[in-house]
């Protein structure tokens, strides 16, 4: 995701890595509002003495925080008696602080671990956090010994536990046994945590995402005709009782010559398997179309749909101009175009770097895009992590994004009006009225707003809505999903009309990290894991891309590179702007008598935003994996 915060707290992490096995700082002690997964019990470190714990510093609104959600699930179970992890949520947006909201992604994303409620980023600061995700182990004696930020650290991890097990097996401070985790009692509702909908041929088509399903209901929007999937999370193709999904969530209906073609009527994207699922519904048989079930990384990421890793496909809409589906990849900040017909899938716009650029449409940035609506000459789009409405259009040989609506990776509100002033709070899912304009879900402020693009204004349709996700015009009707409330609701009545609503805007409250003008050193830390070492067989195992906002921020150092560490050149005049910076590196384990070595790929994006003062530092280390406790 991103970073805001300096490396203030008990914890200060430089670019000078030392032998974890050697680092020894006492882990700060839990500070939070509550604890959530506990059986409202409080939990101390000194609970957890004899265990190792490892801490995911998450926020909800973060694609990648619930990429290491379940990443962290076969960890967690491969040293379930040896390891307790313990999630610490830490909120982003203003509706993230909120307790009700945070229980519900507590259960929406199925944390299965005690979750710290910390919404004054109390223990994100003791632990000196700068970025989500963020993970931090803790050895069974107390100290803190490793930390890591981004994703695709689980083979780190793996020997990082595995040395503590061992080490503290041999001392005997290690205690095996079940941890203090308390699962909370299951509702039942007919829908649980919905995200998408569309207008099925005289029906209405849901995905039911914490229930990994699809459900078919009446026009009525409460009798279910049917449910398409077995209800277990999984990727099985098959009949629809026997098919399975994981958290699916847009809905895709085919023209009917391209259905007929292709042999299937819907494309699902099915965010947690990393898949497209095509569905036919005749009889509800679901196929698997596009994806291979890996997450993507890095490498291409277009080629035969079957052959080419998704990363987190969060919405789809069929797009005449484009020729095919687009896909809102959330997980690396891109429009993907699916063709079924050729059953081949490439990158259609986005460059997989998180935050808010207009312009030519490979050039672009995103930043978790999430809702889709085909508009005609316009593809609209809900761009959630920048708090924005956006569109793409064809020009000349090619595609262009604009922005209707919203600021940056760092400003949202509920404030109507004219659209440069206007502001919107993560937004998830939008929809074109009968008269052109556009209908936005806007998440995080539980309301319902309407963009004119004739007069180029936002107003606000409906409020009081729980978590609206996703919405579609059906038989002329306004029908919406409020996810939190688990059921479809038509919040506008015939006749009413959008009001303005006397916002206010805000910002995210962590600090910007304060830099001197002039030359900054920027270095990204990178240990690998406990018998490992850099993968260089194939050309160099590290790649840092820099970048800015505004642009002309940087005057030297922007571009992409294979060192760890650049000298940047900062413009005069320019007081504040935001670092986008994206760094990887290969690993794999150092045995010579391992015939095939286990490698990973270690990848996270920031976006950092400064502010230039003549005190400020002239070094920004960040923290990607390793971890040193020198001042």
């Known amino acids: 995701m991103w970073t805001s915060e300096q490396g203030v707290g008990r914890v200060l992490l430089t670019p000078h890595v030392s032998n974890l096995s050697r680092t020894r700082v006492r882990a700060p002690e839990f500070v939070g509002r509550q ?24 926020t909800f609104c973060c694609i990648n ?4 959600i379940d990443e962290l699930r076969p960890l967690e179970q491969e040293f379930a008696e040896e390891l307790v992890t313990v999630g610490v949520h830490s909120p982003k947006f203003e509706h993230e602080a909120d307790p009700d909201a945070l229980i519900a992604a507590v259960e929406r994303y199925s944390v299965h671990h005690p979750v710290l409620d910390d919404p004054e980023l109390a223990t994100w600061q003791n632990y000196a956090v700068k970025a989500w995700p963020t993970l931090a182990v803790v050895d069974p004696e107390g100290y803190l010994v490793h930390v890591a930020a981004g994703e695709g650290h689980v083979e780190a ?34 829908l649980r945590f919905p995200a998408k909908i569309a207008a099925g041929p005289g029906t209405i088509l849901v995905s039911d995402s914490a229930n990994h399903s699809l459900v078919e209901f009446a026009q ?18 098959g009949g629809p009782d026997e098919a399975s999904f994981a958290e699916p969530a847009g809905i895709a209906v085919l023209p009917e010559r391209i259905a007929a073609e292709a042999g299937y009527d819907l494309v699902i994207a099915d965010t947690v398997n990393h898949l497209l699922r095509g569905v036919r519904l005749a009889d509800g048989q679901v196929t698997t179309v596009a994806g291979t079930g890996q997450q993507w ?40 175009l699916f ?72 400003d949202f509100g509920h404030a109507d009006g004219p659209a440069e002033r206007a502001l919107l709070q993560h937004p998830l899912g939008v929809a074109v009225l009968p008269d052109g304009s ?95 070492k850099l993968d260089d067989r194939y050309g160099p195992s590290t790649r840092l891309e820099i970048t800015a906002s505004p642009a002309e921020l940087l005057v030297e150092g922007a571009g992409t590179g294979t060192d760890l560490s650049r000298r940047l050149v900062l413009a005069d005049g320019i007081e504040h702007g935001v670092l986008h910076v994206v760094a990887q590196a290969a690993s794999c384990t150092d045995d010579p008598a391992v015939e095939h070595p286990t490698c990973n790929l270690t990848r996270q994006d920031w976006g950092v935003p400064v502010r230039i003062t003549a005190g400020g530092t002239h070094r920004l280390p960040l923290v990607m994996g390793g971890m040193d406790t020198g001042a």
């Open 35 to 58: 604890w959530l997964n506990t059986g409202g019990k409080e939990i101390l470190l000194a609970d957890l003495r004899g265990k190792i714990v490892l801490l995911d510093f998450w």
């Open 65 to 68: 925080c619930l990429h290491v």
């Open 157 to 190: 991890l793996r020997a990082v536990i595995s040395e503590l097990v061992a080490e503290h097996e041999a001392k005997g401070t290690l205690h095996r046994g079940d941890g203090p985790y308390v699962p909370p009692e299951p509702a039942a509702t007919t």
């Open 220 to 237: 009525d929007g409460e009798t279910v005709l049917r449910r398409i999937g077995s209800g277990a999370r999984g990727s099985a193709d």
């Open 297 to 336: 990384r890095d490498g291409t990421d277009g080629g035969s749909a079957l052959d080419t890793p998704l990363t987190s496909p969060w919405d789809v809409t069929w797009w005449e101009p484009a020729g095919g589906v687009v896909i809102a990849m959330a997980g690396n900040h891109t429009l993907g």
């Open 339 to 410: 063709d079924p017909l050729a059953g081949r899938v490439r990158r259609f716009a986005g460059t997989t770097v998180e935050g808010l650029r207009d312009g030519d449409a490979a050039e672009a940035f995103f930043a978790q895009p999430s809702g889709l609506a085909d508009g005609g000459d316009r593809l609209w789009l809900a761009d959630s992590e920048t708090s924005a409405l956006r569109w793409v259009e064809a020009a000349g040989d090619g595609f262009e994004v604009r922005t209707a609506v919203g600021a940056g990776l760092f």
């Open 438 to 532: 556009i209908a936005v879900c806007d998440t995080y402020n539980g309301a319902l707003r309407r963009y004119d693009p004739a007069s180029n204004e936002l107003a606000t349709l409906a409020g009081h809505l729980a978590e609206p996700s996703g919405a579609a015009v059906i038989d002329g009707e306004l029908v919406v999903v409020s996810s939190a409330a688990h059921r479809l609701e038509r919040p506008v009545p015939p006749g009413v009309s959008a009001k303005l609503v006397e916002g206010a805007s805000q910002q995210v409250t962590r600090p910007a990290t304060e830099i001197g003008g002039g030359e900054l050193e920027l270095a990204v830390v990178f240990t690998p894991p406990p018998g490992g």
